[in-house]
């Protein structure tokens, strides 16, 4: 099993320009997140989908939009990137839920690292 | 919300037993205390969890203090591999309160030959 796959692993962007973080979970999991994790500071919940169709705000949502294209997949998208948005983000999956299944823990993707410039 | 404290680094002879402290002491009653390492650059990797009983896997034991404030992680045998940074974090078990999850700073685990 591949796990969480996050593409692309390395980027480069101008101020103002637009990218899309994608990521792809193949174990089934209902709920999937997007943390950011900036030196000296702890992972940081950016976006966060409980299970299909839905999504919702976490810690430090501005600047960035979520989609959950299918249970599969989690995009996170830069509309107009900025110097602060450097940083390395990780998508993560969990099977979600409540009760014992909601107790099981995160499995997480390599990371993309982020130079805004 | 629980906050948990570790310490920022801790050193440890390969071989021996490694043993990583975590305070929680505002912890609930429904939730659960989990341990996760992130390997350089790497993402985070889970370790394990329990709710009040202790642990073991493959990887790891997680003792849990009687009044849950408190729980240690034991790497057994510790080796070179191990040199990670430890993150003791707790989660109530409903999947809608994940936002509230404060990961923190972690312990830094040196492994040394």
């Known amino acids: 099993n591949a796990g969480v796959t996050q593409t692309p692993k390395f980027q480069v962007l101008k101020t103002g320009q637009s990218m899309t973080l994608q990521c792809a979970q193949d174990?089934?999991?209902?709920?999937m997140y997007w943390y950011r994790q900036d030196p000296g500071m702890g992972l940081r919940l950016i976006y966060y989908?409980?299970?299909?169709?839905?999504?919702d705000k976490g810690e430090v949502p501005n600047g960035y939009n979520v989609s959950r294209l299918n249970k599969r997949e989690f995009s996170l998208r830069l509309e107009s990137a900025a110097p602060s948005q450097t940083s390395v983000y990780f998508c993560?999956?969990?099977?979600?839920?409540?009760?014992?299944?909601?107790?099981?823990?995160?499995?997480f993707g390599s990371g993309t690292r982020l130079t805004v410039v | 919300d629980a906050k948990t404290t570790q310490p920022p680094s801790m050193d440890c002879a390969e071989g021996r037993a490694a043993n990583l402290p975590c305070n929680h002491s505002?912890?609930?009653?429904?939730?659960?205390v989990y341990w996760y390492r992130q390997i350089h650059s790497q993402g985070p990797q889970y370790i394990i969890h329990?709710?009040?009983?202790?642990e073991t896997n493959e990887m790891a034991s997680l003792i849990i203090t009687e009044d849950r404030k408190s729980s240690t992680l034991i790497l057994p045998h510790a080796t070179l591999r191990d040199t990670a940074v430890y993150y003791c974090?707790?989660?109530?078990?409903?999947?809608?309160?994940?936002?509230?999850?404060?990961w923190g700073l972690g312990t830094s685990l040196a492994v040394n030959p």
């Open positions: 993560a999956s969990t099977l979600g839920g409540t009760g014992t299944a909601g107790s099981y823990g995160y499995t």
């Open positions: 174990m089934n999991h209902n709920s």
């Open positions: 989908s409980a299970s299909e169709g839905t999504t």
């Open positions: 505002t912890i609930s009653g429904n939730e659960y």
């Open positions: 329990g709710l009040k009983n202790n």
């Open positions: 974090i707790v989660r109530p078990y409903n999947a809608g309160n994940n936002r509230k999850l404060i």
